[in-house]
């Protein structure tokens, strides 16, 4: 609800906002900017989402993340280490203050969020549970799966919905449970199981660059079937509210920017801005810097050097990449999706 605030309760606004901006920064923030380094919890290997070249560079929509937050905090996308989790290893990586941050394709679910002493900052990407099979299987279905062999990694909601979905069907499984990436996909292509079901995303990324010749990824199909809600995002720890929160708004300072049309092509035009909104956005009008406790400029940072939401999707996902992955579900709320950001005031 909008409502006028009064010059009294302006003012008062102001002094806590202050008073915030003057915190001192917990534990968590303490050690990154201590370090000079942000230490991000990635995937092992998966294209558009975190992925590491002959040279070592990563790139993805998992590690635009972690390279916003290192702009907001540093200054500068590049003061990142990418540590790669499995699916099983990366809880215990972020409890134990291995990595900083978890962004890594991980499900935003009530037990993470509260008994695993997690918060989540945002949702990276909207996504659901789908099944791949071999094109020559004959198979148009997820329902004429009975008696499927099925690769499936363990400790993952995947393995929970899998189960769930076979059960409410009436069906059954042969599960084929392996850990690491490479080789669940590697059981999945030489024929050890008929069917791999992960994050449909993933398939889509998993067809589009590991299909291992003489296949192809015509030889492939992806289900219509879609049998669970998936919202990834990246994760901290409990127990440092101010990192979490430079988190949950670097992600959201992508969004927003994309929303008023600031990219990383035209943010130096948009300094120049009279609309209010961006100009709050970008610093001109300063006070979210300073309520946040990083520099003012640290949108302009991040969309500068990784560039706002649809960027980085288009980049790493979407048209712009080899993934062609329609925006669907993460379109800006503006144009019928659910990416959407508080503002920033």
Same mark, same amino acid.
């Given at each position: 609800?909008?409502?006028?605030?009064?010059?009294?309760?302006?003012?008062?606004?102001?002094?806590?906002?202050?008073?915030?901006?003057?915190?001192?920064?917990?534990?968590?923030?303490?050690?990154?900017?201590?370090?000079?380094?942000?230490?991000?919890?990635?995937?092992?290997?998966?294209?558009?989402?975190?992925?590491?070249?002959?040279?070592?560079?990563?790139?993805?929509?998992?590690?635009?993340?972690?390279?916003?937050?290192?702009?907001?905090?540093?200054?500068?996308?590049?003061?990142?280490?990418?540590?790669?989790?499995?699916?099983?290893?990366?809880?215990t990586a972020l409890q134990s203050g291995e990595v900083?941050?978890?962004?890594?394709?991980?499900?935003?679910?009530?037990?993470?969020?509260?008994?695993?002493? /997690?918060? /989540?900052?945002?949702?990276?990407?909207?996504?659901?549970?789908? /099944?791949?099979?071999?094109? %020559?299987?004959?198979? %148009?279905?997820?329902?004429?799966?009975?008696?499927?062999?099925?690769?499936?990694?363990?400790?993952?909601?995947?393995?929970?919905?899998?189960?769930?979905?076979? $059960?409410?069907?009436?069906?059954?499984?042969?599960?084929?449970?392996? #850990?690491?990436?490479? =080789?669940?996909?590697?059981? /999945?292509?030489?024929?050890?199981?008929?069917?791999?079901?992960?994050?449909?995303?993933?398939?889509?990324?998993?067809?589009?660059?590991?299909?291992?010749?003489?296949?192809?990824?015509?030889?492939?199909?992806?289900?219509?079937?879609?049998?669970?809600?998936?919202?990834?995002?990246?994760?901290?720890?409990?127990?440092?509210? &101010?990192?979490?929160?430079?988190?949950?708004?670097?992600?959201?300072?992508?969004? =927003?920017? #994309? #929303?008023?049309?600031?990219?990383?092509?035209?943010?130096? #035009?948009?300094? %120049?801005? =009279?609309?209010?909104?961006?100009? $709050?956005?970008?610093?001109?009008?300063?006070?979210?810097?300073?309520?946040?406790?990083?520099?003012? %400029?640290?949108?302009?940072?991040?969309?500068?050097?990784?560039?706002?939401?649809? =960027?980085?999707?288009?980049?790493?996902?979407?048209?712009?990449?080899?993934?062609?992955?329609?925006?669907?579900?993460? &379109?800006?709320?503006?144009?019928?999706?659910?990416?959407?950001?508080?503002?920033?005031?």
């Amino acid at each position: 609800m909008r409502t006028i605030t009064s010059l009294a309760g302006a003012a008062a606004l102001a002094v806590t906002i202050g008073a915030a901006g003057a915190a001192h920064a917990g534990k968590d923030l303490d050690a990154v900017k201590a370090r000079g380094q942000l230490i991000c919890g990635v995937g092992t290997g998966t294209a558009g989402f975190a992925l590491a070249d002959s040279k070592g560079v990563w790139t993805g929509m998992d590690v635009d993340v972690c390279r916003a937050v290192a702009a907001a905090v540093f200054g500068d996308a590049t003061k990142v280490k990418y540590v790669p989790t499995t699916a099983q290893q990366r809880f215990t990586a972020l409890q134990s203050g291995e990595v900083d941050i978890l962004s890594r394709t991980t499900t935003w679910t009530l037990t993470r969020d509260t008994a695993l002493g /997690f918060d /989540f900052t945002g949702v990276t990407y909207y996504d659901g549970q789908g /099944f791949m099979v071999n094109k %020559k299987l004959g198979v %148009k279905s997820a329902k004429e799966l009975n008696g499927a062999t099925v690769c499936v990694s363990p400790g993952t909601t995947t393995e929970l919905n899998l189960a769930d979905y076979f $059960r409410a069907n009436k069906m059954q499984f042969k599960p084929v449970v392996i #850990e690491k990436a490479d =080789e669940i996909r590697a059981a /999945f292509f030489s024929g050890r199981c008929d069917v791999y079901t992960t994050d449909a995303s993933s398939l889509y990324s998993v067809r589009a660059a590991n299909v291992p010749a003489p296949l192809t990824a015509a030889d492939f199909v992806i289900l219509p079937e879609i049998i669970s809600k998936e919202p990834l995002g990246p994760v901290v720890r409990h127990g440092d509210n &101010q990192f979490g929160d430079i988190v949950r708004w670097s992600l959201f300072a992508m969004v =927003e920017a #994309e #929303e008023y049309g600031i990219t990383s092509k035209n943010v130096d #035009e948009m300094l %120049k801005s =009279e609309d209010p909104t961006i100009k $709050r956005i970008l610093g001109v009008t300063p006070g979210m810097g300073k309520a946040l406790g990083v520099d003012e %400029k640290w949108v302009v940072n991040i969309i500068k050097q990784v560039g706002n939401y649809g =960027e980085a999707f288009d980049r790493n996902l979407g048209m712009g990449s080899p993934l062609k992955i329609e925006r669907g579900l993460n &379109q800006l709320w503006t144009k019928g999706g659910l990416q959407y950001a508080p503002p920033i005031r």
